[in-house]
């Protein structure tokens, strides 16, 4: 397998990372849930996607390769979590249209059971459909790992179906039970991974 060069990347990549997280998070049960229409599916999620590029680029950092044949989105939460940067609720609604509330409401849960201890949050990771399988993932996570515990933070993230979560806690991060969406939603599993102090592993709001 290929050896995957990991790298910051800037503004100018968002054009070509765009189309990685659109087509990456385009199938699922989330994606579903969100929006029953696949075409419909597919312009919202370009709006979202470049909405959510933006953001961690400003507030974040995105990781990509040097191919842009994957990518993921990072933010280092603090131990009280600030609220959304300045005009980003406008830009929600513009993005998601008619589907904003199912957005909100997905939005409102996760940010409800997030850990309040300060961390690392990886918000979207998503590979290029024609690099799947090829260690691009697991790449950007190992990259990832290295830097968290570099700096001795923890981390957590959302697994929205079973062959993630699985292939997150092969990489050693820790399942919490399942939490299922409302309205006959699919399950996501809350996934944390420690710190070396273990007093700190601790998912609960």
Do not use: C
Request: glycine fraction near 8%; hydrophobic fraction near 45%; aromatic fraction near 10%.
């Amino acid at each position: 397998m290929p050896t995957q060069t990991i790298r910051r990347a800037t503004e100018a990549d968002a054009v070509d990372l765009l189309p990685v997280f659109v087509e990456g998070f385009l199938d699922g049960p989330i994606a579903d849930w969100l929006i029953e229409d696949r075409d419909e599916r597919r312009i919202i999620y370009e709006r979202y996607f470049r909405l959510m590029l933006r953001q961690g680029l400003a507030n974040g950092w995105v990781d990509t390769t040097a191919g842009l044949n994957g990518a993921a989105i990072w933010y280092r939460r603090p131990a009280a979590a600030a609220g959304p940067p300045p005009g980003y609720q406008d830009d929600m609604a513009y993005a998601t249209g008619r589907h904003l509330a199912r957005f909100r409401l997905i939005d409102a849960m996760f940010e409800e059971h997030r850990p309040r201890i300060e961390h690392i949050y990886l918000a979207f990771i998503a590979v290029a459909p024609g690099h799947q399988g090829k260690g691009v993932g697991t790449a950007l996570l190992a990259h990832a790992h290295a830097e968290l515990d570099e700096v001795g933070l923890p981390a957590y993230l959302e697994a929205s179906n079973a062959d993630n979560m699985r292939l997150y806690k092969r990489l050693g991060w820790e399942a919490s039970p399942r939490l299922f969406l409302p309205k006959a939603g699919p399950p996501f599993w809350r996934m944390w991974r420690s710190q070396p102090d273990p007093t700190a592993v601790d998912v609960t709001p």
